[in-house]
């Protein structure tokens, strides 16, 4: 027995040492990557010394003799931090995943060579002005300077992720920018989902006029500018300040790009004039947002050019801070929703499966093969084909099969598959305006896609405008591009594009407030309607409801704004779904389902429907409203049901106003007895219940709505691996949801719906009263490297609402840097 106890000691001892070994080497090899930030290093392509100044947040802060090494020094930055990132979203858009994760990302890699993407950035290169050309061979030049130097120094690959799949990285070119502009355009971009989601259900529902309450058109005529807030209040008078001195200022591939239906992009921007600001300069609040990803999509930067010095955000691999300031003008970002996209169906020939009928009858597909490599697997070989409308889709994607007839294929129309995508010289062009008008004449006409609000600032002026390329439409078009139509009818094809001049825009409004939440911005008629699918008819009534409750704001106003709670969604619609069951009924005996429910009641009746992480109330009015939207829809939908994954709002409140006889929804069509609202609301509040007890327990005042509703960072790669997700992923309990300010959208889908997936991925406000005291801040950290401290040292200032300097100031910067890495011309 002592034998075998010093074997199993020995053995156990053994197995530690070995794993004490392994371990120290992981971290090892792991931490050779972790970038160096106070050092010297002499690298070609540069006319003179470049110094790249690292903050306390490790924000670097880039100063060159020209705008050329300026943008090698950005490159450099970008590369040093998110090279993996970078290298991730370049074969992404290449359609080449597959060469390093398999065959799980086959379809998505199919899908990207279908759109052609890649092929299109490399035909823009020709198409970008001068200076844009200039600044993204030297922003390559900068990313390979660093690959470079990985390479020579046995820097452990760039990243650790580069040692789990291993695949050589080639030279970065001045396409791959062009490209990832384009992906982030694909990202953004959602209405051919709406338009395939419109036709299933109209093919489903027996009543055309069903079809509205579900997927309810925006009323009204459309919110931009506000108005004079003078006109509110007779008899009050308006402060005016004199402009200021200038010189004082089941298996999913989280792989895919193609985002879900409601996750296609959201955003909030304001600005105030200098009448309705406290200190008398302009004011401008922004925060995009997008998927939660570990690390964020933004990263933060400032550069020293010959116009002056630029600091915002930027994404790693392009050369452009595409929110924040300039010494002379600020800019914002939003998701404008512009109808972009069109989906075709395509008559194929009979007698040729290689023609297609087009108006003048049938026509050959454009096409060409693409081989895509697979690892450990032989390649496979794709036959890519073309449209006059657009590339050919698979019909096994995105249930087009559902909507497809026999005989027929779809191709998808879109802004973005352009081959003369100006789109970055556009982004380079408005860091370099020095007011708004320059801006707005100069910057955006060269915008292609995405299409986004742009909200404008200057010392003095405030303005707001739709950019990207407007789709051209006939009046005649039969679906008005919202569902797939004929593409063999004339009428159904787009005519080019709208001039730049048709894009509406907001210019120093009497009001002195633009701003946009993704809600209707303007009701002009087709097809100069730009949509008829917004992104958000809640957050703007709480937005103009904080922006004219006083009279001049501040920066710390626009603050709590960004961060306000309060769900407009859930005032309005607890007091509908409620009014027949709100105090009613005699005391129920405790621990009976009516005694829980009439205890739901008590506290949602004494609720302001503010979202805080900290109260039970936010849970179980969702959870209710959650299992209402499911018993009104499930009955007439079945399983697409399951595509409805979130609450809308208007159309519950369709129902239970019964508006055009939308109470219709509420009656079980497969039961006998005739069910009202109130039932549907009594019976969803019970399955609310027994949910919320199942997953939390029967004490409601005990709730958190935070344990539910936690901010899910996950890494793209690494996320979904069991022990290294607790590494690389980053929890934190957030308040807000679908429908605050301070969004959080919700996953929609089991086993926690309410886990919060996307929301504001970078918060900037920006003061010209004074430009230095402007700040910013990214949900997780500078660092896409998972041992750094700057990994998710800014997610942790994110998730408590606050902010980091925003200052161009260069002793502030020189004084508060963590290193200094000066690249020298070899």
Known sequence: MATLFRWLLRLASTAILLSVVVVGLVYYLASRSLPDYDKDLTVAGIGAEVDIVRDNAAVPHIFAASDEDAYFGLGYAHAQDRLWQMV?????????LSEIFGRRTLETDILMRRLDLYPLATRSVASQTPETLAALRAYSAGVNARITEINEHSLGRGAPEFFLFDAPIAPWQPADSISLVKLMALQLSGQFRDEILRARTSLLLPDPKRLADILPDIPGAGTAALPDYASLFPGLKMPRYAARDPGTSPYKDRLSPFAERGFAGASNAWAAAPARSAGGGTLLANDPHLGFTAPSTWY??????????????????????????????????TSSYLDDQDLHIEELNPANPQEYRTPDGWKRFQTRRSIVEIRGEAPVTVTLRWTDNGPVLPRTRFELDAITPPGHVVSMNWTALSGNDTSVSGALRLMAAGSVQEALDEATPLYVAPSQMLTL?????????????????????????RMPSPGWVEANRWQGVFPDSENPVWTDPDGGIVGNTNNKIIDRPFPAHVSFDWGDSQRVMRWSQLMQGRQVHTRDSFIEAQLDTVSPAARTLLPLIGRDLWFTGEAAPE??????????????????????????????YAAWVRALQERLIRDELGPLADAYSHVEPLFIERVYRDVDGASAWCDVIRSVAVESCSDIARMALDDALVWISERYGTALESLRWGDAHQALHRHMVLGDIPVLRYFTNIRQATSGGDFTLERGRTSGTDPDPFTSVHGATYRGVYDFADPDSSVFITSTGQSGHLL??????????WRRGEYIPMSLDEDLARAASIGVTRLLRK
Do not use: F
């Open 300 to 333: 933060l930067a400032r550069l020293e050019l010959s116009s002056g010095g630029v600091i915002g955000a930027t994404v790693p691999g392009i050369p452009a801070v595409m929110l924040g300031r300039s010494q002379k003008l600020a800019w914002g970002l």
């Open 457 to 481: 600032i200057d010392r003095e002026h405030i303005a707001m405008k739709l950019i990207g390329a407007m789709p051209l439409r006939d009046p005649a078009h039969q679906s008005q591009g």
């Open 591 to 620: 621990g009976t389902p009516e005694r829980q429910r009439q205890r739901a009641l008590e506290l949602l009746a004494d609720w302001n429907g503010e979202m805080n992480e900290h109260l039970p109330e936010p849970l179980i």
């Open 788 to 797: 750094s401290r700057h990994y998710d040292d800014l997610g942790t200032l």
């Open 88 to 96: 991730l979203m370049r074969r992404t858009v290449q359609g080449r």
